[in-house]
């Protein structure tokens, strides 16, 4: 009797203990409550940023896109007012021709031609034109070693101006000892038009129209 005297709790401390119960609970609740709206707040911006960032800078996701030393594009400031891109070669190059012929247009023993001191470059610009439009395939033989492997087409990925801009590129850079003609997209287009095909050119086709010099 006298135990349980000592241990009962006196009616305003219970009522306390619950109030303070009752109040800690709702201000957790008001915490945990205004919590999420401004995470689910922040998670759609940052969601809606990455979609926009993505859908303007993945290129596609295209393989060749990633370019480590790129620089931001430049602009040519003409009579049109700053509408038209200039359209680098070297950049394109860089983009599109690089993981297969190397920077300095040596290609790879075995794998890949050399662009440098290749007489495929060199002479008549239809030729390689025509190569980069529908790509090649079979035995090959360049700068004194023989290649038999396929060359990818890129018709559909670049435009005829790009085209002509990476052929100038090749055909005109000092570096690879070459200093031929601009090519013109006017030329790059007339290839286009004179055939309608869709497969890699083979060897012997592309030598009876446009043999080697
Ligand atoms: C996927 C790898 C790859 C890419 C990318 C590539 N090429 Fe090629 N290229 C080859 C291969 C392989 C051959 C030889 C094909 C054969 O064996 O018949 C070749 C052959 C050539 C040739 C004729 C042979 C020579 O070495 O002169 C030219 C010209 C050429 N490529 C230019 C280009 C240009 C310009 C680009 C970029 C627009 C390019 N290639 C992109 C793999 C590639």
């Known amino acids: 009797m006298n135990l349980d005297e000592k241990s009962r709790m006196p009616d305003d401390a219970i009522l ?3 109030t303070r119960t009752f109040s800690k609970s709702e201000s957790d609740g008001d915490g945990v409550l205004s919590m999420p709206i401004l995470g689910m707040a922040l998670f759609t911006m940052i969601f809606v940023f990455g ?3 993505l ?3 993945s290129g596609d996701f295209h393989p060749f896109v990633f370019d480590p030393e790129g620089e931001p594009p430049s602009w040519d400031v ?3 007012g700053g509408q038209q891109v200039a359209v680098d070669g070297e ?5 599109n021709c690089v993981a297969c012929h190397q920077a300095d247009g ?3 023993p075995g794998a890949f031609p050399p662009l440098v001191g290749s007489r495929w470059v060199r002479g008549d610009p239809d030729r390689m034109v025509a190569i980069v439009l529908n790509g090649l395939t079979g035995r090959i033989e360049v700068a004194g070693n023989t290649y038999n492997s396929i060359m990818t087409p890129f018709s559909s990925l670049l435009d005829d101006e790009q085209i002509a801009a990476i052929a100038t590129f090749i055909r005109s850079n000092p570096d690879w000892g070459n200093n031929a003609d601009r090519v013109s997209a006017e ?3 007339a290839v286009r038009a004179s055939h309608e095909r869709s497969n890699a050119w083979n060897v ?3 030598l009876e129209l446009y043999p080697l010099e």
Not at 91 to 95: A, I, Q, T, V
Request: hydrophobic share 25%.
């Open 204 to 206: 012997e086709e592309i």
């Open 78 to 80: 003409g009579a049109d």
């Open 55 to 57: 859908s303007k800078y």
């Open 106 to 108: 040596k290609g790879l």
């Open 16 to 18: 306390e203990a619950h």
């Open 187 to 189: 030329q790059v287009s």
């Open 51 to 53: 979609g926009i960032y």
């Open 91 to 95: 950049k394109l190059y860089k983009r």
